[in-house]
């Protein structure tokens, strides 16, 4: 039979293999993984969270897989997998990629689920899980590159909900060794449960979409090895009829090739971003540009006084639901340019305490915000890879301080140091755990390549 855009990528996620992984994606998608580790420990503290567990263990009687900061409490393995996942994102603190999604908490969380779902006999290796939790990222990254709307600051559908579920559904369909027609049918089943509105973004529902890409897409992996089917075509542009291309005005899907010797995975091409602060990745231009500015405005003044500023100029690319004047709870606030560019002017940083109910209703905070005036440059597009953060005081004395950031510290072209990653994970991990067990989930990420089972993790 023809090859089909669909089959390519069944064919693909079947015959992969661990050599097919060089040593750069490798340490990236472990760095990858350690960060998601971690972001999803610290996510374990939150209220959205504690919603999302209580929900679970309302339905969860074959109770095999761990839950994130919770010791002994466990869940059925796709439940395990959602709560995972809300936690990952729960405050907006993991990884993002270009074009835009957040790829780590869609795939990790149905992965460690399913690891610890398999009986002992067929416990995959941390080979194995290397590879699947690739074969995750790599589909992602194929998807959105169908689409040139993709490449934006999404307007309508929310990333991960939508490429996110199908990369989980192919790393748990790799994980379980499907065969090729059960790696299409996972792919197809998974259309079916993806997509979730921007709508919800800066509210409690959006780390659900995270929740449910994986947890969806690893119930699609577990259908398809049951005997479900789905179009065979899920992933081909055929007139008349929508399938992935659903979620994309413009679509222009390309086959996968199968490979032979060698495949360059995209993650070998284009590094991830990490945060350091939980928040819309957008806000860490701003920051870094607030934070510039500031040091400005400190040497010019001796200390950071309000009071001699009369306005601030943000100057940020157009996106309606990440420019937002006056946040009054923790996720419009992650969600917000104004407040996060004020927060850095006067704390002269930005973190996990930013964003409590205290911090955010300060007076001093509001005064600042009543000065921001927002302009949107031409030059200045909502692209990841393009756009950048420029903030101006304009002082009472009529002098004016500006201070931009075109690449942030963190950006996949400005990568964060292993020191400065390692410290983000401690900092995180130790909300929930004793320096021992953290010490031990570096040491076995760093060697993951050797780890004998992967339910260890």
């Excluded at 869609?106 to 995959?124: E, I």
């Excluded at 305490?353 to 200045?380: A, C, G, M, W, Y």
């Amino acid at each position: 039979p023809e090859e089909t855009v669909t089959s390519s990528f069944a064919s693909f996620i079947h015959a992969v293999r661990p050599e097919h992984l060089s040593k750069i994606v490798r340490h990236r998608s472990k760095r990858m993984i350690l960060d998601s580790i971690g972001v999803g420990l610290v996510g374990s503290t939150t209220q959205v969270f504690d919603i999302a567990l209580q929900y679970c263990r309302l339905y969860s009687p074959v109770a095999v897989s761990s839950v994130y900061g919770k010791p002994g409490v466990k869940l059925s393995p796709t439940l395990a997998a959602f709560t995972n996942g809300v936690a990952t994102h729960s405050m907006d603190f993991d990884d993002t990629w270009h074009p835009a999604t957040h790829p780590s908490g869609a795939v990790l969380p149905a992965l460690l689920a399913a690891s610890q779902m398999l009986p002992p006999s067929t416990k995959p290796n941390g080979m194995d899980f290397l590879l699947a939790f690739n074969v995750g990222l790599e589909v992602q990254g194929r998807l959105m590159h169908f689409s040139t709307e993709a490449h934006n600051i999404p307007k309508r559908f929310h990333p991960p909900s939508v490429v996110g579920t199908m990369g989980s559904a192919a790393a748990t369909a790799k994980l379980l060794a499907l065969s090729t027609a059960q790696c299409a049918h996972a792919l197809g089943i998974a259309a079916s449960l993806a997509g979730a509105p921007m709508a919800n973004a800066a509210t409690q529902a959006k780390p659900l979409h995270i929740g449910n890409a994986t947890r969806l897409g690893f119930e699609a992996a577990l259908l398809a090895a049951r005997g479900m089917e789905a179009n065979p075509l899920i992933l081909d542009d055929i007139p008349g009829c929508s399938g992935f291309s659903a979620f994309y005005s413009v679509y222009q899907p390309k086959p996968l090739s199968t490979p032979s010797d060698h495949h360059e995975f995209l993650l070998e091409k284009q590094d991830i971003a990490f945060k350091r602060f939980p928040a819309h990745l957008g806000m860490h231009w701003v920051v870094d540009a607030a934070l510039s500015v500031r040091n400005l405005f400190i040497n010019y003044a001796g200390s950071f006084s309000p009071s001699l500023i009369r306005t601030i100029v943000l100057k940020i690319p157009v996106s309606k639901y990440i420019n937002r004047p006056f946040p009054s709870s923790e996720h419009q606030a992650r969600h917000s340019f104004q407040f996060n560019a004020c927060t850095a002017l006067l704390d002269g940083e930005v973190g996990l305490s930013s964003f409590t109910e205290s911090s955010i209703h300060r007076q001093e905070l509001r005064e600042l915000l009543d000065k921001v005036v927002v302009e949107h440059p031409e030059d200045n597009v909502a692209n990841f890879d393009k756009m950048y953060g420029e903030v101006a005081l304009l002082l009472h004395s009529g002098d004016v301080l500006t201070g931009k950031c075109d690449t942030f510290y963190g950006h996949w072209r400005k990568p964060l140091s292993k020191e400065s990653l390692l410290k983000k994970f401690r900092s995180n991990a130790s909300h929930v755990l004793p320096e021992g067990k953290i010490e031990t989930i570096v040491t076995m990420v760093d060697n993951l390549e050797n780890l004998s089972d992967s339910s260890q993790l």
